[in-house]
């Protein structure tokens, strides 16, 4: 059974820099196919992509935050971990991580809600 | 600047049949494959509809999705209270270099 668990901190001061980390199980990050993405939904608003890594750590980034977002995998630990530099209270979300395949997302977690302020 | 536009919202009687549309381009829907995901309230999302119309084992035949060009369709038949929530579509973008998500639909079952 695939599963997946976001944790970090729920409060983060302007400037900082954030860290989320999705924990998984039911499958490898390494697993040949599988990808790990973050998502995210401020408070009222829509789901919004991040980043995206796959097996073998090739990295997508959406380009409009690309120069604060990193995202890596620890396959030892099999676990996806998104940073974000410099936040400011706009991103205030739910941040969600996903198990990705040629199908989509089709494992999400339960999401975290970090609030920048 | 990529874009996949829904409706803001859609709303229904229980037993009725609604859509909820979704608009984008030749960079996304117009040469990739619409997922559908619902969300709804205090829950994950969840997918509904991949590769345009295919459901994942578990979801009802009540859900169905269509694609002509760079449009999509997402069906309900049968609507249940239980159906309340935010829908959205995706589809990979390659202008965006990844999965681009439409606005959201807020789904109302009167």
């Known amino acids: 059974q695939i599963t997946l668990k976001e944790s970090g901190p729920t409060l983060v001061k302007p400037t900082q820099t954030l860290t989320l980390t999705c924990i998984v199980s039911?499958?490898?990050?390494?697993?040949?196919?599988?990808?790990v993405g973050w998502i995210r939904q401020p408070p009222g608003k829509a789901l919004e992509w991040l980043a995206l890594?796959?097996?073998?750590?090739?990295?997508r980034y959406n380009p409009s935050l690309e120069n604060r977002l990193t995202i890596t995998h620890d396959t030892p630990k099999n676990q996806v971990v998104l940073t974000m530099a410099d936040v400011d209270p706009v991103d205030t979300a739910t941040y969600y991580c996903?198990?990705?395949?040629?199908?989509?997302?089709?494992?999400w977690g339960q999401g975290t809600l970090v609030t920048v302020s | 600047q990529s874009v996949v536009t829904q409706p803001p919202s859609v709303s229904g009687t229980p037993g009725q049949r609604v859509t909820i549309s979704c608009s984008g381009g030749?960079?996304?829907?117009?040469?990739?494959?619409v997922n559908w995901y619902q969300h709804l309230p205090g829950t994950a999302p969840k997918l509904l509809i991949y590769?345009?119309?295919q459901r994942p084992s578990g979801v009802p035949d009540r859900f169905s999705g269509s694609k002509i060009g760079t449009s999509a369709s997402l069906a309900i038949s049968g609507l249940q209270s239980e159906d309340e929530g935010d829908y959205y579509c995706a589809s990979w973008d390659d202008s965006l270099n990844g999965p681009l998500f439409g606005g959201g639909t807020k789904l109302t079952v009167l």
């Open positions: 996903a198990h990705r395949d040629w199908r989509g997302f089709d494992y």
């Open positions: 030749s960079s996304n829907i117009g040469r990739k494959s």
């Open positions: 039911g499958f490898s990050v390494n697993t040949p196919g599988v990808g």
């Open positions: 890594i796959y097996w073998d750590a090739d990295k």
């Open positions: 590769n345009n119309d």
